[in-house]
């Protein structure tokens, strides 16, 4: 392979073929599939995903190089795009049901999530998510509540996804070998979700809970609401417990007192 893997752009690309078969699997792809991949690099992925024969297929580089080299691998029945995909416009892809698959650069892998969390319309663009995530992150994401790992990453995954870890990956089946794990997660995103006028609340009551995650839960409230023992009362919330004790209706409910505390 004459190319030199770039690490500003999370290049690590999978080898193991028998790994690279089961995530494509994964995704049931039928002629009728709109398939999605995030950073194709090489195409090893790629490759596969084409063999299952889907209805369109589209993919996403950010690398010129590997663009190019693409280009010219697979010409006739793959639209590729020359993007970075944290500008990436979703909502052009509503109602695609799209099955999307990354081995994602683990720099943004987060940012993202988060981005399609934050889509109104998550539930008609895709209808499942096949990622790659270095395991610690992907441990944040499917964490239980009492956890440790349990915070701000796994209450807005929870708020629009389904998400569950399939397999832990070795660093060995990758080149050039990532410095720590990886885990593949199955996202579905779900059909009913708690209603927000703006997701931003959420995000901002997560953030102030989770700064004061050894605190017990009085301090965010105070920080949040001028009249937290009302909240306290009205969702029966202990004064003892702390962030990573409440579960995520919890906090849905709490963001939700919070969007609406001026009325
Ligand atoms: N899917 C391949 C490569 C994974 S490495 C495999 O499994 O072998 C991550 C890939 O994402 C690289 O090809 C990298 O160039 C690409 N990438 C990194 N940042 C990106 C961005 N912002 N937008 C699109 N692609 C990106």
Not at 154 to 182: G, H, Q, R
Not at 189 to 196: A, V, Y
Not at 202 to 214: G, H, P
Request: net charge positive; aromatic share 10%; glycine share 2%.
């Amino acid at each position: 392979m004459n190319i030199v893997p770039k690490k500003s752009l999370g290049q690590n690309f999978l080898l193991n073929e028998q790994i690279i078969k089961q995530i494509v699997d994964l995704g049931k792809i039928t002629n009728d599939s709109i398939v999605m991949e995030i950073g194709p690099g090489t195409g090893n992925l790629t490759k596969e995903i084409l063999k299952k024969k889907p209805n369109k297929f589209i993919a996403i580089e950010k690398d010129k190089i590997l663009f190019s080299k693409l280009k010219n691998e697979f010409n006739l029945n793959v639209e590729l795009l020359n993007q970075d995909v944290l500008k990436f416009n979703w909502e052009n892809f509503k109602n695609q049901n799209i099955i999307l698959f990354g081995n994602l650069p683990y720099n943004i892998s987060s940012k993202l999530l988060i981005d399609w969390v934050r889509l109104s319309n998550l539930n008609c663009i895709f209808s499942k998510l096949i990622l790659m995530f270095q395991k610690e992150v992907a441990d944040r994401i499917v964490a239980d509540v009492n956890s440790k790992k349990y915070g701000r990453l796994t209450i807005l995954t929870e708020w629009k996804l389904e998400a569950k870890k399939v397999m832990d990956i070795d660093p060995e089946n990758f080149f050039p070998k990532p410095k720590v794990k990886s885990s593949l997660v199955y996202f579905k995103p779900k059909r009913e979700f708690f209603n927000f006028k703006n997701s931003r609340n959420l995000e901002k009551v997560t953030d102030i809970f989770f700064q004061n995650r050894r605190k017990m839960i009085k301090k965010p409230l105070n920080i949040l609401f001028k009249d937290s023992e009302r909240i306290i009362q009205k969702l029966k919330l202990n004064n003892s417990h702390r962030p990573q004790n409440l579960d995520s209706l919890t906090f849905f409910k709490i963001s939700k007192e919070y969007e609406d505390r001026i009325n």
